[in-house]
Every structure is written in C-alpha cells, then in structure tokens.
C-alpha cells in the first residue's frame, strides 16, 4: 500500500475514537442545552425552546451565578498558591544532590493518588473531634483548635483549596524543575561576578529564562482548577449550603439529581467557552515547542 | 560573620524547608497508612502508637462493603481501556510522526483539546444514549467513555516517544524491500516498547483514578474503587479505620506504577510542551 493511503488510515481509528468520545458529546450536549431536557419526561429531550435555559441559567439562577463566583476564586487562589510554592520549592529542589533527589522521587506520589482520595484524606484531617489539624492548633494556636472547618463557608473553601493546592504542587514542581534546568548555568554565574545578590539574579536572569514555563503551568493549572470535581464531591459535596459548589459540581446536580439534563447541558457549554480560549493559548505553546 | 558561616547557616536553613516540605507532602499518607491499621476505638483517638491490626483490611472484602468486586471493576476496566487505547494511539502517533498530512496541524490540536473538554460536559450525552442503549452500569460504558480521557495522552505521548527514534534504521529496511507496515511491526514497535508501556502506565493510572464518569454511570455492578469509598458510612458519619483501608488498597498499586515512569511524568502530563 502507497504511504499517501496508509498515513490516513492509521490515524483513522484513533481520529473516529477521538470523535466519538469527545467531539460528538460536545455537539450532542449543545443540542441538549437548547432542548427542555428532562431525565424523568420522555420526549423532552427533542423538545426544543431556543435559547430559554442560558437565559434562565444567567438572569434567574443565583444558584449559577454563585458557583461561577466560587469557581473563579477557586480558580484564582489556586493557581497562584500552586504557582508561588511550586516555585519556591522548585528552586530549593533544582541543585540535585540526595536529599534532593529523594524529595523530588516522593513529588510523584500525590500524581498517584486519586482526587477522591485526597478529598477524603482531608475530611479526614479537618474533622473537629479527632482530626489532625484539630490537635495540631490544640498545641500550636488554641483557639483554633475546636474550629468546625468544613461547617463554615469561608473556611470550607480554604480547605477545598488547601487540597486542590498540595495535590497540585508536587506536579507544578517537577515541571518548574525540568524548566530551570534549562536556563544556561553560564548566565547565572556571569551575573553572579558581577556581583548581583540572590534576588537580583533571580528576578533579572532566571524568571525571563523561566517565563515560558511558567506560562504552560499557569494554563495548565488553570484548565484543571476550573474543571475541578472529584475533590470537592468527596471533601464538602459542594457544601457548607452552597459555599464550595464549584460549576462542575454545579452542573453534575442539575444533571444527576434534579433530571434536568438540558439546563446543566447549557451550564456546561457555557464552561466549554473559557476552556477553548485556554487551550488556544495552550496549543500555542505545544507548537512552538514542537517547531523546534 | 564570615562569608563561610552564612554559607552554612543558609544550606541548613534550606535542609530543614526541604524537610518540612517533604514532611507536608507525606502527611495526609501518613494519616491514611496509620488509620487503616488502627482498630475502630483506636482512630477516634489521635494516638500515634496504637496496636497495629489488619482487621480493617478483611473487613473491607466481607459483606456488606465487598471491595473484592470493585477492585475487580476498577482493574477490568483501566486495563481494557489502556488494551484499546495503545495500540490505536500507536499506530496514529507513528502517522503523525513520520508523514506530514493535510489537517495534520488541526487534528492535532483537536485531539490535544479534547484533554480539556470538562469530563461532566462529556458526560451528560452519554448518560442520556447509554440509559436509552441498557450501558448505564457496565463495565464496558465506562470502558468506552474512560477513551475520552485517555486517547489525547496516549497519542501525545507515545508521539513523543516515536519523536525520539532516529529514522535511519527505517528508511534503510524499505530500501532492502520491506513495506511500512513490516517497517512499523519489526523495527518501530520493539524500539518504541519502553515507551509504549510508560504511556500504557500512564493511562492506566488516569483510568484507575478517575472518579467523575464512574460515579454518573454506576451504581452496583460496575462500581469503580474510588466510587467505593462513598460506601464507608456508618450510621455515626464515616467509618475512618475502613476508609483508610480501602484508600491504601487505591492508592499503593498507583504508587508503584508512578515510581516506575517517574521519569516520564511531567512530559506525559504536559504533552509534550515541557520535556
């Protein structure tokens, strides 16, 4: 068989695969968003009142408005304390040695856990009665010591982040790792003849060096930050009320619990929006590698 | 003070943030392994030494928690999943890698956006077809929505991996008359196979974890493990001592694997952009 033939069909199965998976539920849930849509009514699934569940969803649902709030600060204070500590951590990792090299060996353990497991492992902590952080503040700082962390709502939201946070830095870390490998050792040095201090260096030679992988951590932990589902199901369900309802977990209780598939389809495409311009910039940079 | 002693003083205060950092990143592990030897009495006291019984762990697999069942889902499922997904990642990476295609360019963004389509927007169409079909609580429901997931790291990936094999080796076995695909299956393959199974693990490990498709499609039959966790309620909250256990069942597996393709990680999680 001729390459010009075969170059087409050995990426078929996996372009079909790719589209049924992931393209055609896209343009089915955008059908959906359209649609009345509900689990329980047969029939209202092909039932179509235009543009009434954005509307309903943007102009009578605080509800949505809430978790578009939560997501953003979630998203927020997560990708820039990931980002900080990652950073931190990174550069007091990078000269290898070991010490070094074993703590960067453990960095691979969070990866393997799933997020449900992190959520529980954190109620688990945050328990008023017998949780570690209970204890700890019992020694440390009494008078946070018999603080109910989850049944607050501002607090409830710190610790979701705190989660979010110590799952992702270990990830962040490597990559930042691998990234300041590469700023030219050279550079540094030369700088450091001349004699700039730790901090000068830092800001005027490794950061520039450094910008464009910390641009792709930055998208990259963003994307996942507003996507955010399974921590927050297994930590809070969304709760104190309505405190931590991230639109992942916004979306799965329109769907799931109420039934009604065509309003969380909206819900959900209006998600999709920010996600597009997110991977664009992501794209971007996989290419520019990628021409190298 | 001299120049030598601050030298000192900083790299001891660098040893110990090394150390405290490690300590945070083990902690909530630590926990977990600690309360899954505990007995029921034991976890609700933040005892440190306690007797140690793996009580928790056989209860787990009695009735009426039955984790035996869902360990068998959560292993039939990731390991159908990465069955499917390699060698059809396979054989479009070396497409990818080797020819230059019309909408190459865009094929490959698509495939790479996909990654980032939310898995519950994913999700809401296929509960919808899968109800109307009889797939809601099947292993192979979840088997062919965990796809989704896994096929843009899979082809990225092993893309990378095909990257990296010079192609001298290739074009001098056409030239002694072999066809591309002997080229793919002799040469391509036995040279890529470290690589294919970095992706397999890789893949294997996203399925395992994953947590959201299998919580809206299952219910009893094709429970996944960390779906299971839900399971550890008692009549006063969670069952910490059980949880624990299960969690340790999760998670040790997973740690292995990761140790083993530690190397690949952050290449396989960014596809590709940082290497």
Not at chain 1, 215 to 235: N, P
Not at chain 1, 279 to 284: G, L, P, R, S, V
Not at chain 2, 50 to 57: K, M, S, Y
Not at chain 2, 61 to 85: H, M
Request: with cysteine; aromatic share 14%; proline share 5%.
């Amino acid at each position: 068989m001729r390459d010009n033939t075969l170059k087409y069909l050995l990426v078929l199965p996996a372009v079909l695969v790719v589209f049924v998976t992931a393209i055609w539920p896209l343009i089915e849930a955008a059908r959906l968003s359209f649609t009345v849509g509900r689990l329980n009514r047969p029939g209202s699934l092909d039932q179509y009142l235009g543009w009434e569940n954005y509307l309903w969803a943007f102009f009578e649902e605080p509800a949505f408005w809430n978790s578009v709030w939560v997501t953003a600060i979630y998203t927020l204070l997560t990708v820039g304390l990931t980002t900080v500590f990652a950073l931190g951590l990174a550069l007091l990792l990078a000269p290898g040695g070991r010490l070094r090299s074993s703590a960067q060996a453990l960095l691979i353990l969070p990866f393997a856990m799933s997020p449900a497991l992190i959520g529980v492992s954190f109620r688990f902590m945050f328990n008023p009665e017998f949780g570690l952080f209970d204890a700890f503040f019992g020694i440390v700082f009494p008078p946070l010591a018999d603080v109910s962390w989850l049944a607050d709502p501002q607090l409830a939201l710190a610790v979701v982040v705190m989660a979010d946070v110590w799952g992702w830095i270990p990830f962040l870390t490597l990559v930042l790792i691998g990234g300041l490998a590469s700023v030219p050792r050279d550079t540094v040095e030369a700088a450091q003849v001349d004699g700039a201090s730790g901090w000068r260096v830092f800001k005027d030679v490794t950061l520039p060096q450094l910008a464009p992988v910390l641009a792709v951590v930055v998208i990259l932990k963003s994307i996942f930050s507003l996507k955010t589902f399974d921590q927050v199901f297994m930590l809070t369900n969304g709760g104190p009320g309505t405190a931590t309802q991230t639109l992942s977990h916004y979306i799965y209780f329109n769907g799931m619990k109420y039934g009604q598939i065509g309003y969380s389809a909206s819900v959900a495409w209006l998600m999709v929006i920010p996600m597009i311009f997110l991977t664009y910039a992501y794209a971007k940079f996989v290419f520019r590698k990628a021409d190298q | 003070m001299t120049g030598k002693q601050k030298k000192q003083i900083f790299g001891a205060i660098q040893t110990a943030l090394i150390l405290i950092a490690m300590f945070i990143m083990l902690v909530p592990i630590i926990w977990i392994f600690l309360a899954a030897f505990k007995s029921h009495v034991d976890v609700y006291q933040l005892k440190l030494f306690f007797t140690p019984t793996l009580e928790n762990f056989s209860v787990v697999f009695d009735d009426p928690y039955r984790l035996g069942e869902k360990l068998l889902n959560s292993t039939i499922v990731a390991f159908v999943t990465i069955l499917f997904a390699i060698p059809i990642a396979t054989l479009a990476a070396y497409s990818f890698s080797r020819f230059s295609m019309r909408g190459e360019t865009l094929m490959l963004v698509t495939i790479l956006a996909t990654q980032f389509v939310p898995a519950v927007v994913i999700i809401l169409p296929f509960f919808v077809m899968f109800r109307d079909i009889g797939l809601l609580d099947t292993r192979l429901g979840l088997i062919l929505v965990n796809l989704a997931i896994v096929m843009p790291f899979a082809i990225w990936m092993i893309k990378g991996f095909i990257d990296g094999i010079p192609m001298d080796t290739e074009e001098a076995a056409m030239v002694d008359g072999s066809s591309r695909l002997q080229v793919i299956r002799n040469i391509v393959l036995p040279m890529a196979a470290p690589g294919l199974l970095t992706s397999a693990i890789f893949c294997f490990i996203i399925a395992w974890n994953e947590f959201l498709f299998a919580l809206i499609l299952t219910n009893k039959d094709a429970v996944t493990l960390p779906i299971g966790l839900g399971l550890f309620k008692g009549e006063e909250g969670d069952l910490w001592n059980l949880l624990s256990a299960a969690g340790i069942i999760i998670m040790a597996p997973m740690f292995v694997l990761a140790l083993m393709i530690r190397k690949y990680f952050v290449q396989g999680m960014t596809m590709g952009a940082v290497r």
